[in-house]
């Protein structure tokens, strides 16, 4: 019984002095983060790179006219996280009482239409505390109806240089471990084997292969899954691009690989840099066809006051 008391009480002590270590990463102090360098008022962030400029060098890399689709298909066979839902139901409305005899359907959807499917993150998704991007509170700017700032629908139409990482490619993999950290040389080799460079405003998409579970094996695509960790991330954020999406759920690694953090990529893309995010992607056909660059186009739906968007984002090339 001694021994059992004392193995438990150095097995408690570790775990303590595990616990009490600082976390690999904390948000910055908004001394450190605001004014945001779009400005003390900026809603925007990355999307003020979307200029005329931004559309006519996308424009620049279509050769064939080629449209390749990222977006899976809305419907009951979707991954979905935590609660969210997805619940179509049909109405056969009416049949007008004319020679033509012309009959009318609709359906009624039930969703979290923010927030799932191939999705899009607008700033008012994410926090740190009470605080979003720029340094605006949440309690001063929300209420039952919206969000009085960062709404999706103020977003716009998105029209950029695309550009793929194929990081399961480089590695050699048609996909990564189930929770393996994408590291800033898995970025880097994988973009000098591409022969490609990272521009400011670019939509830079990571293809880790995971979208081949989505629909098929929905409970291990949502249990964990490969992605950029903290120090990827924060090197993707210094190259200035318009947004970061993956073929994952949330573009990060998780479970992160430090447990006191939950999903810091979200704060140090949203929070921190304005720079939006695009989940569950679909990537396969784009890695298969080895289109690394393209014409990057998406519009978020106007949801007024909205912190996210269902998208259905295309590649041309």
Known sequence: MKAFTLGAAIALAFSAAAYAQAPTWTVPSES????????AADERGSANHQKPAAVMNAAKLIKTGEVIELAHVLGPSMAFFGTRRFDMHTKRTFMNQFSNMRGSNEEIIITELGQV?????????QTHLNSW??????????DRTGFKKFGIHNVGTLFTRGVLIDVAGFKGVEMLGDNYEITVE??????????LTLQPGDAVIIHTGWGKLYGKDNPRYVKSCPGIGVPAALWLAAKDPMLLGADNWPVEVSPNPDKQLSLPVHQIALVVNGIHLLENLKLDELAQKGVGEFAFVM???KIQGGSGSTVSPIAVR
């Open 32 to 39: 450190q983060r605001c004014p945001s360098k779009w400005g």
């Open 117 to 125: 499917g191939t999705q899009f993150d607008g700033f008012a998704h």
């Open 133 to 142: 991007y720029n340094c605006q509170k949440v309690d001063e700017n929300s």
């Open 186 to 195: 898995d970025l880097e080799g994988a973009l000098k084997k591409q022969n």
């Open 299 to 301: 519009q978020p739906l």
